[in-house]
């Protein structure tokens, strides 16, 4: 494995860091000598991080539970205090992973600067930063059957956190949603929110849906023996349904204890939309596009 990588995309302005699993997208915005200096920081705080989670990589891979455990890294203890509140349920720091690394590569890129916007994507999973009265827009993708709409996050909604999971995704899921985004307070939250709320969305024993243990297909999951998502064939109108209200039930109570902001869920061309903060209704006529964050 090589070790860390820096280079500018083709436009310029988004820096991309990767080493091993992790990529992401960084992009800063303000004065030119503050941005420069944002992007510099956030080079070196990437140097290490990939062997700080190493270092403590079976620990992570535990179940958490609702006593707090003392971790090195700084990533890491982001890991589990994203988790933390979540662990009624069965969830290991992993689940969190993706946007702890955004949440942590952000704050080294914003200590001591002036920026009024930025965000680091960890393949979907983002961190963001927004100054006094700015905003961001973020592009939510309904994955595989057309639906796409835009979302803008202003300063006041409180919001720095976007991440996304579903049984389509990179990492492995115990549910069957094409897509779950969750709004939240930092990247790790959200990403470690969006993870239980796409396992709710299922339809437990129903023979259209193919799992496999998750350690057949890779042997040190976090997950063990349970079955993950390989397959989801054809499903009723009520049955997708009932699978929605079951995810949404599980972040209708998430919203409520204040641990995320707002959800939007997707399966096979339905949604189930919550929160306070405004999610666009998907519209099937529009095209799909990128996420800025």
Not at 62 to 72: C, E, G, V
Not at 82 to 90: D, W
Not at 147 to 168: F, M, Q, Y
Not at 241 to 256: P, Q, T, Y
Request: with cysteine.
């Amino acid at each position: 494995m090589n070790g860390p990588q820096a280079h500018w995309l083709a436009d310029g302005r988004r820096l991309h860091l990767n080493h091993g699993p992790i990529d992401l997208i960084v992009e800063v915005f303000g004065e030119v000598a503050e941005c420069r200096a944002a992007y510099a920081q956030a080079v070196a705080r990437f140097q290490t991080i990939l062997n700080e989670l190493v270092d403590e990589l079976p620990e992570l891979r535990r179940p958490a539970s609702l006593k707090p455990r003392a971790f090195d890294g700084a990533t890491a203890r982001r890991m589990e205090a994203a988790v933390v509140p979540l662990a009624e349920s069965f969830i290991t720091p992993m689940a969190a992973v993706a946007g702890s690394v955004a949440d942590e590569i952000l704050a080294a890129a914003l200590a001591g600067r002036r920026l009024d916007r930025a965000y680091v994507n960890n393949g979907g999973d983002s961190a963001i930063h927004l100054g006094k009265g700015q905003s961001m827009t973020l592009a939510i993708a309904g994955t595989g059957h057309g639906l796409a709409d835009r979302i803008t996050i202003r300063a006041e909604d409180g919001v720095r956190g976007v991440a996304t999971s579903g049984w389509r995704g990179r990492s492995f899921s115990l549910g069957i949603a094409d897509a779950v985004t969750v709004l939240a307070r930092t990247g790790a939250e959200a990403d470690a929110a969006a993870t239980l709320i796409a396992n709710a969305v299922d339809l437990p024993g129903h023979p259209a849906i193919h799992r496999v243990p998750a350690r057949d297909l890779a042997p040190d999951s976090d997950l063990g023996d349970r079955p993950v998502t390989q397959g989801v064939g054809a499903l009723s109108p009520g049955e997708v349904a009932r699978a929605l209200d079951n995810g949404l039930a599980v972040a209708e109570d998430f919203r409520r204890r204040g641990l995320i902001a707002a959800s939007a869920l997707f399966l096979a061309g339905q949604s189930r939309i919550s929160g306070s903060v405004a999610l666009a209704a998907p519209n099937k006529h529009k095209a799909k596009e990128t996420a800025h964050a």
